[in-house]
């Protein structure tokens, strides 16, 4: 009992520490009226944007999900994840500069200036059902069968299982709709930067007990006992069995991630808020260097569990993760750790409630009523969170019932509208001509054709298909649709970016330097988590040096003639402007 009113009273303590120094900061801001509750005045920096962007993208869901997925099979499923890298590259080089350009507040606004009214209201109908339906209450479940596991709510209270992890969610949901409905984009963007940090300190806190625990207290021969017995357990090229194909990463995923990370509005509002492109671009690529550390906190432990579980296996991959928590954590440690697994699920429920509220105010009440005031607007925010909270909320413990894993579950719904998304961007951003008819045929027909091969004829199953594969081939056909297509259906005018008016536009002068060393990391990552690298029985294999030696002597040499070049650049605008004088 007084370890459990310990555990109870730390827990208590860190999360109303969360909430009381975010209050403070966002306070202090001073932000007002629209522009402020759903933008954050255009005033976030790096750090925030990207501790932001990370709680809204690593919540529960990936603690658990990964983890579970790594108990099953592998770490193949870490390219999810890892590969993201590449994406925020892209975002930082390339979309983002347009976007902050165009001064847009949503990403459907963009595709309004490029195609039609139209347009943007269906994009923005597909996120925001895609956000209540899935996003939102498989954060809220996985947060709650994970707080069960560690404190046995359902053996504390006597309850049924399906009423305790119901319970749990409307507990959880509850408060991190708070967030979202009375402190805005900067309020969401403060509270996932601090419990950002604690979910690093949490995270890395597991493996290093796990590992102890499995050697007996050595964490070095637990360690070995990972590296000796099932080393193909530690590979993340996988194999067609696996849950993600290594040849996925060159298909399907890649326009997966590119949705998610430059197209995505929970993702993309944050670097739109940013104060200048400098800051933007620092946030976003830092956001990249930490997608980076996700095998070690999101998928290692899984791979432990699998060794520490050897005689007891789990009933369920979902439980890999809670029930490391529940088994390694000292009591002391474990109220702080709970507050900070609360603290993820809230920053991940909040930031896509923010979202969602957004884009109802400007895609869908603005449009209708162009001269709303502020007032209207935050109004409107605010009670579309409520809503989307109350329907999410509802839909959460239904999850329980999803029999293969919620992670593995949460992917294949997502393709009903990333691809027709990504597809219909790139097409507006890299063809000036296509008009609108083009890309509403393209969104619609892709749920018809989507549902109709993953959930009716069951393709992925039935031929061997994977549904990864599957969104390459529908992303490589919806570009050809429409290229088929934009003749009959051009634009009267070519496309010409609209530009306004914005924050400081200059680059970020590591930008460049900073994505080579992402894609040296990411190699890096692959080689070591591989046949070539310690997932063999032999051990690292002779030509793992070699190719270590290999990207670590080109990357620097790239990094360096690159800043060289952008230096020469700024240098050869600054003598020809004063030349002008």
Same mark, same amino acid.
């Given at each position: 009992? @007084?370890?459990?009113?310990?555990?109870?009273a730390?827990?208590?303590?860190f999360?109303?520490?969360?909430?009381?120094?975010?209050y403070?900061?966002?306070?202090?801001?001073?932000?007002?009226?629209?522009?402020?509750?759903?933008?954050?005045?255009?005033?976030?920096?790096? !750090?925030?944007i *990207?501790?932001?962007?990370?709680?809204?993208?690593?919540?529960?869901?990936?603690?658990?999900?990964l983890?579970?997925?790594?108990?099953?099979?592998?770490?193949s499923?870490?390219a999810?994840?890892?590969?993201?890298?590449?994406?925020?590259?892209?975002?930082?080089?390339?979309?983002?500069?347009?976007?902050? /350009?165009?001064?847009?507040?949503? &990403?459907?606004?963009?595709?309004? @200036?490029?195609y039609?009214?139209?347009?943007?209201?269906?994009?923005?109908?597909?996120?925001?059902i895609g956000?209540?339906?899935?996003?939102?209450?498989?954060?809220?479940?996985?947060?709650?069968?994970?707080?069960?596991?560690?404190?046995g709510?359902?053996k504390?209270?006597? $309850?049924?299982?399906p009423?305790?992890?119901?319970?749990? +969610?409307?507990?959880s949901? *509850?408060?991190?709709?708070?967030?979202? +409905?009375?402190?805005?984009? /900067?309020?969401?963007?403060v509270?996932?930067?601090? #419990?950002?940090?604690? &979910?690093?300190?949490?995270? &890395?806190?597991?493996?290093?007990?796990?590992?102890?625990?499995?050697?007996?207290?050595?964490?070095?021969?637990?360690?070995?006992?990972?590296?000796?017995?099932?080393?193909?357990?530690?590979?993340?090229?996988?194999?067609?069995?696996?849950?993600?194909?290594?040849?996925?990463?060159?298909?399907?995923?890649?326009f997966?991630? $590119?949705?998610? %990370?430059?197209?995505n509005?929970?993702?993309?509002?944050?670097?739109?808020?940013?104060?200048?492109?400098?800051e933007?671009?620092?946030g +976003?690529?830092?956001?990249g260097?930490?997608k980076l550390?996700?095998?070690?906190?999101?998928?290692?432990?899984?791979?432990?569990?699998y060794?520490?579980?050897?005689?007891?296996?789990?009933?369920?991959?979902?439980?890999?993760?809670?029930?490391?928590?529940?088994?390694?954590?000292p009591? !002391?440690?474990?109220?702080?750790?709970?507050?900070? $697994?609360?603290?993820t699920?809230?920053?991940?429920?909040?930031? =896509?409630?923010?979202?969602?509220?957004?884009? =109802?105010?400007?895609?869908f009440?603005?449009?209708? /009523?162009?001269?709303?005031?502020?007032d209207?607007?935050?109004?409107?925010?605010?009670?579309?969170?409520?809503?989307?909270?109350?329907?999410?909320?509802?839909i959460?413990?239904?999850?329980?019932?999803?029999?293969?894993?919620?992670?593995?579950?949460?992917?294949?719904f997502?393709?009903?509208? #990333?691809?027709?998304?990504?597809?219909?961007?790139?097409?507006?951003?890299?063809?000036?001509?296509?008009?609108?008819r083009?890309?509403?045929?393209?969104l619609?027909l892709?749920?018809?054709?989507?549902? &109709?091969?993953?959930?009716?004829?069951?393709?992925?199953?039935?031929f061997?298909?994977?549904?990864?594969?599957?969104?390459?081939i529908?992303f490589?056909?919806?570009?050809?649709?429409? +290229?088929a297509?934009?003749?009959?259906?051009?634009?009267?005018?070519?496309?010409?970016?609209?530009?306004r @008016?914005?924050a400081? @536009?200059?680059?970020? /002068?590591?930008?460049?330097?900073?994505?080579?060393?992402?894609?040296?990391?990411?190699?890096?990552v692959y $080689?070591?988590?591989?046949?070539?690298?310690?997932?063999?029985?032999?051990?690292?294999?002779?030509?793992?040096?070699?190719?270590?030696?290999?990207? !670590?002597?080109?990357?620097?040499?790239?990094? %360096?003639?690159?800043?060289?070049?952008?230096? #020469? *650049?700024?240098?050869?605008?600054?003598a020809?402007?004063?030349?002008?004088?």
């Amino acid at each position: 009992m @007084e370890t459990d009113l310990f555990t109870l009273a730390s827990f208590i303590f860190f999360t109303a520490l969360v909430g009381i120094v975010s209050y403070r900061i966002t306070h202090r801001a001073k932000d007002t009226g629209a522009q402020g509750y759903f933008m954050a005045s255009g005033g976030l920096s790096g !750090w925030f944007i *990207a501790g932001s962007m990370m709680l809204t993208n690593l919540s529960v869901e990936q603690l658990v999900g990964l983890n579970g997925d790594a108990y099953a099979h592998n770490l193949s499923a870490m390219a999810w994840e890892c590969t993201a890298a590449l994406s925020t590259i892209a975002l930082a080089l390339f979309f983002l500069p347009r976007y902050l /350009r165009g001064g847009f507040t949503t &990403l459907p606004q963009f595709l309004e @200036e490029r195609y039609d009214a139209g347009t943007r209201r269906i994009v923005s109908a597909l996120f925001i059902i895609g956000y209540t339906l899935v996003v939102n209450p498989s954060g809220l479940y996985l947060g709650a069968i994970t707080f069960n596991q560690i404190f046995g709510v359902d053996k504390l209270f006597g $309850l049924s299982y399906p009423a305790t992890i119901t319970v749990l +969610v409307v507990a959880s949901g *509850a408060i991190g709709a708070l967030y979202a +409905v009375f402190g805005g984009l /900067r309020g969401v963007a403060v509270s996932d930067t601090i #419990n950002g940090i604690g &979910l690093l300190i949490a995270g &890395l806190l597991i493996p290093v007990l796990g590992l102890a625990a499995l050697g007996h207290g050595d964490m070095y021969s637990g360690l070995r006992e990972i590296l000796d017995h099932a080393p193909e357990k530690l590979n993340a090229i996988g194999g067609k069995r696996d849950s993600v194909p290594f040849g996925t990463l060159f298909t399907g995923m890649i326009f997966a991630n $590119l949705f998610y %990370w430059c197209t995505n509005q929970s993702i993309v509002q944050r670097t739109l808020a940013a104060k200048s492109l400098a800051e933007g671009q620092k946030g +976003v690529l830092i956001s990249g260097l930490l997608k980076l550390l996700v095998p070690l906190i999101m998928l290692v432990p899984g791979v432990i569990a699998y060794h520490l579980y050897a005689d007891r296996a789990l009933s369920r991959p979902d439980l890999t993760y809670p029930t490391l928590v529940a088994t390694l954590l000292p009591f !002391w440690a474990k109220g702080f750790f709970v507050a900070v $697994l609360f603290g993820t699920v809230m920053s991940h429920f909040n930031a =896509v409630l923010n979202s969602t509220a957004t884009l =109802v105010a400007y895609d869908f009440y603005k449009p209708f /009523r162009p001269y709303a005031a502020d007032d209207d607007l935050i109004r409107v925010g605010k009670r579309v969170s409520v809503v989307i909270a109350v329907l999410s909320l509802l839909i959460a413990p239904l999850l329980i019932y999803a029999p293969d894993g919620i992670y593995a579950v949460m992917r294949r719904f997502t393709g009903f509208f #990333n691809i027709p998304i990504i597809a219909v961007v790139l097409m507006g951003m890299f063809d000036r001509t296509v008009g609108a008819r083009p890309a509403k045929i393209v969104l619609v027909l892709h749920v018809v054709i989507y549902t &109709l091969l993953v959930f009716v004829l069951n393709v992925d199953t039935r031929f061997g298909l994977h549904f990864i594969h599957l969104m390459g081939i529908l992303f490589a056909a919806e570009i050809a649709l429409m +290229v088929a297509l934009r003749k009959r259906f051009a634009r009267a005018v070519l496309y010409a970016p609209t530009v306004r @008016e914005h924050a400081n @536009e200059t680059p970020w /002068r590591y930008a460049r330097s900073m994505s080579v060393l992402l894609v040296a990391l990411l190699v890096t990552v692959y $080689l070591t988590f591989s046949p070539l690298g310690i997932a063999s029985s032999n051990g690292p294999s002779v030509m793992y040096p070699f190719a270590m030696a290999i990207v !670590w002597t080109f990357a620097p040499i790239v990094a %360096w003639t690159l800043a060289r070049r952008r230096d #020469n *650049a700024g240098a050869s605008v600054r003598a020809s402007g004063a030349a002008r004088h």
